[in-house]
């Protein structure tokens, strides 16, 4: 019974390393998303999968790439951290469909880039 | 573009002490209206979906409830345990895929 499970909790990063994000979910979700929450700018969505193969750009989507190769993972991939993108990154799935369901995350990623 | 604004950013409570906070929000055409609790160091956690103006739902101390502007969750009798970070979402008819817009949140903290 994992739900959304993300890896790693915590990395500190220097400017212009790369490094992925992995986010698993265990519930046959359709849609995964990754967020990131700054203090006082709530949750923005960086890039979001509607199905195994696919993505697309959110609201904040520069700096960072994902894929979803299997239907189950999805990866946040940061190419040259920036000390801008020290943040708490969250990875969330829902079923999809024309239902209106609510996401479950996971308990989120804590990056901090020097 | 969707919109949600939450009030207050902060709110402080004695125990027993029962309270509102508010979701205002601006979407071309509703969906639905989410809340969130969220432990500091820990992931959102679903409470509660609200679909139309007019409806409400309730859970242990907690009720939201929806109008065509703006959404309420009432605490009544709050314990030192229901101290977490509240966050109200929606999902408008202009969006697609599930995408969800984020308030701000709301701290609560509730004194024994």
């Known amino acids: 019974n994992a739900g959304v499970t993300q890896t790693p909790k915590f990395r500190v990063l220097k400017t212009g390393q790369s490094m992925t994000l992995l986010c698993a979910q265990d519930m046959n979700h359709e849609y995964m998303y990754w967020y990131r929450q700054d203090p006082g700018m709530g949750l923005r969505l960086i890039h979001y999968s509607v199905g195994e193969g696919t993505t697309a750009k959110g609201e904040v989507p520069d700096g960072y790439n994902v894929s979803r190769l299997k239907k189950q993972n999805f990866l946040l991939g940061l190419e040259s951290a920036a000390p801008s993108q020290t943040s708490v990154y969250f990875c969330?799935?829902?079923?999809?469909?024309?239902?209106?369901?609510?996401?479950?995350f996971g308990s989120g990623t804590r990056l901090t880039v020097v | 573009e969707d919109q949600v604004t939450q009030s207050p950013e902060a709110l402080r409570l004695q125990e027993g002490e029962s309270s509102s906070l508010n979701c205002s929000y601006t979407?071309?055409?509703?969906?639905?209206l989410f809340w969130y609790r969220q432990d500091p160091g820990k992931g959102p956690e679903f409470l509660f979906t609200l679909y139309s103006a007019g409806e409400e739902k309730e859970k242990e101390r907690l009720k939201a409830t929806l109008t065509k502007k703006e959404s309420f969750l009432h605490i009544t009798a709050p314990k030192p345990e229901d101290s977490a970070t509240y966050l109200c979402a929606v999902q408008g008819r202009g969006t697609s895929y599930g995408k969800l817009t984020f308030g701000q949140g709301t701290i609560l903290t509730v004194h024994p």
């Open positions: 969330a799935s829902s079923r999809g469909g024309v239902m209106i369901y609510g996401y479950t």
């Open positions: 979407v071309s055409g509703l969906r639905g």
